[in-house]
């Protein structure tokens, strides 16, 4: 019942923000600005695999294929429905974009695929973050990397800010520090890079599957 809710209660909120979410204001210069900054580490090379999780409308995806010169496969993946048809309407004429509504623990997708998956403001809702760990590993292929872009509780503050969200906002599961990152992708078999600062003095953790 937790799981079911709690899956309710994130379609639900995602669903409403689709409707606004690419309307130009501060949120989306915000969201904008924090996706760029994720695709500005990426390795960006003609024929890659790229999957966005909680692609929302998938303007991440166009910004990636834009840079491979449109040559590749480009995916995302969000829990909203509202999104995922947002998404597919912004890129109809592109027969190499693929657009799925699927939750992050359990992704339709083929093992071994991607290149590069990115994730951007959306893991601090995932109610199993192991889970959803272990399918990133799962996707990608050796050498391939994540890139998870998420508010980092490696300062007090963010701490507070995290036990405030938690009263307000069900959806909400965990703000993590970068040691729980690292912890997290490596009991996934994903062996834990770095952390880049970027716009905002935001972290992105950075991790490769690596051939054993």
Not at 22 to 31: A, H, M, Q, T
Not at 43 to 60: H, P, R, V
Not at 165 to 190: D, T, W
Request: glycine share 6%.
């Amino acid at each position: 019942m937790k799981e079911s809710k709690h899956i309710r209660l994130n379609e639900a909120k995602w669903n409403k923000w689709s409707e606004t979410v690419d309307v130009k204001g501060w949120l989306y210069d915000y969201l904008r600005r924090a996706q760029l900054s994720v695709i500005s580490l990426l390795d960006i090379k003609e024929n890659m695999n790229f999957l966005d999780i909680g692609c929302g409308t998938g303007w991440a995806v166009g910004q990636a294929a834009k840079l491979a010169g449109n040559k590749g496969l480009f995916y995302g993946v969000d829990l909203s429905s509202g999104m995922i048809e947002k998404a597919k309407e912004n890129f109809k004429d592109r027969t190499n974009f693929h657009f799925i509504q699927s939750n992050a623990e359990s992704i339709p997708l083929d093992d071994n695929f991607f290149d590069s998956i990115i994730c951007t403001n959306s893991f601090h809702h995932y109610l199993h973050p192991e889970m959803a760990m272990n399918e990133i590993y799962r996707l990608l292929r050796t050498g391939g990397k994540i890139y998870i872009l998420d508010p980092t509780a490696d300062i007090w503050f963010i701490k507070i800010v995290d036990k405030i969200i938690k009263l307000f906002e069900p959806q909400h599961v965990k703000i993590y520090c970068s040691e729980e990152f690292k912890n997290l992708m490596s009991r996934a078999g994903i062996t834990y890079l770095r952390y880049e600062i970027v716009t905002g003095k935001q972290k992105v953790q950075i991790g490769e599957k690596q051939k054993y």
